[in-house]
């Protein structure tokens, strides 16, 4: 390849996520459910990076890491799930974020469990703390990293579903998510939205297609 065609490629190539959110409830009670698995990537991410996840700032718990060559913020709201917007409000004032420098992290009720989906724009699909990011953002242009958390079996309630702590039986494959989400997410950061989708939206045979039964109170 001629080095013209190395430079017009380049900007393809490199990803724009400077500020990645993992949606999530701050709380011990919802650490490991399957809510906070935005939360639980990108504790993920700072582990693998060596990097606190500690500051304050715009209300939420934040760390700063070098990764392809650009400073990416990792971020988790501390607001609770339903308005996550007021802090993706903060990191816009303060911190000069747009919509199409995010990249955010969450748990989808519609995808079975396992699945990894990356998209560069779309709605909330009922998920109330992607309805929050999308008002405060204005906008529904941004990356997201959604982890399907619909199990086999039916649910019969399916916020206390989302709120409670992972069962030993899941825990192992919840891990496993949590670890291919973060590879999902480095490759973003590393070679764009684009070719990542082409990696890692793979869809994991599962009986079910949608777990939602009670989409207006998920969220919570």
């Given amino acids: 390849?001629?080095?013209?065609?190395?430079?017009?490629?380049?900007?393809?190539?490199?990803?724009?996520?400077?500020?990645?959110?993992?949606?999530?409830?701050?709380?011990?009670?919802?650490?490991?459910?399957?809510?906070?698995?935005?939360?639980?990537?990108?504790?993920?991410?700072?582990?693998?990076?060596?990097?606190?996840?500690?500051?304050?700032?715009?209300?939420?718990?934040?760390?700063?890491?070098?990764?392809?060559?650009?400073?990416?913020?990792?971020?988790?709201?501390?607001?609770?799930?339903?308005?996550?917007?007021?802090?993706?409000?903060?990191?816009?004032?303060?911190?000069?974020?747009?919509?199409?420098d995010m990249l955010i992290i969450a748990d989808d009720l519609d995808l079975p469990w396992g699945c990894i989906r990356i998209r560069q724009?779309?709605?909330?699909?009922?998920?109330?703390?992607?309805?929050?990011?999308?008002?405060?953002?204005?906008?529904?242009?941004?990356t997201r990293l959604r982890m399907g958390i619909c199990p086999e079996r039916p649910i019969r309630d399916t916020v206390r579903y989302v709120l409670a702590p992972f069962k030993k039986s899941q825990r192992s494959e919840a891990e496993e998510m949590v670890e291919r989400a973060a590879d999902a997410v480095e490759a973003i950061l590393r070679d764009g939205a684009e070719k990542a989708m082409n990696l890692f939206n793979r869809r994991r045979p599962a009986s079910g297609e949608s777990c939602r039964q009670a989409s207006s109170e998920i969220g919570t």
């Avoid at 490629?9 to 906070?36: M, T």
């Avoid at 501390?78 to 919509?99: I, Y």
């Avoid at 724009?121 to 941004?142: D, M, R, T």
């Fill in 121 to 142: 724009q779309g709605g909330a699909g009922g998920h109330h703390g992607l309805e929050s990011v999308i008002e405060a953002a204005g906008s529904q242009q941004f």
């Fill in 1 to 100: 390849m001629s080095v013209v065609a190395l430079l017009r490629e380049a900007p393809r190539r490199a990803g724009c996520v400077k500020f990645i959110f993992g949606l999530g409830n701050p709380g011990e009670e919802y650490l490991y459910s399957p809510h906070n698995l935005g939360f639980q990537v990108v504790d993920c991410l700072a582990r693998r990076h060596s990097v606190r996840v500690t500051r304050k700032e715009a209300k939420s718990l934040s760390g700063r890491v070098a990764f392809a060559g650009k400073q990416v913020w990792l971020i988790k709201p501390q607001t609770f799930m339903n308005l996550s917007g007021m802090a993706v409000q903060g990191w816009f004032a303060k911190q000069g974020c747009r919509p199409q």
